[in-house]
């Protein structure tokens, strides 16, 4: 059940963080304002998720660090993709 809980949380956050990220850089890269709150809340996401996974799912805290790192990987190379089929 913790894995479970661990993996689906983390997923979860990985998939945000990978849009806030992409948000970040499209706000950078494209020369418009307002890229700095997205910018720090991609930062905290993580940090917010694992300290809630911690207090509250001990045992599932190493799970749903592998479900971000998992999420952010296969999303990007996923995100990678499909702009180069376009």
């Known amino acids: 059940m913790n894995i479970a809980v661990g993996l689906v949380i ?4 990985g998939l945000g963080q990978l849009a ?5 850089t499209s706000r ?3 020369g418009g304002g307002k890229f700095v ?12 998720a ?3 996974v911690g207090i509250f ?10 479900g971000i790192a998992a999420a952010l ?5 996923v995100y990678i993709m499909m702009r180069k089929g376009r």
Do not use: D
Request: aromatic letters at 12%.
């Open 50 to 52: 694992l300290l809630l």
């Open 28 to 30: 950078v890269t494209g």
């Open 73 to 77: 990987i296969i999303g990007a190379i």
């Open 37 to 48: 709150a997205a910018g720090l809340a991609q930062w905290v996401l993580p940090f917010a």
């Open 20 to 24: 806030l990220l992409l948000l970040f």
């Open 10 to 13: 983390g997923v979860l956050v």
């Open 57 to 66: 799912y001990t045992r599932a805290l190493l799970w749903a660090g592998i």
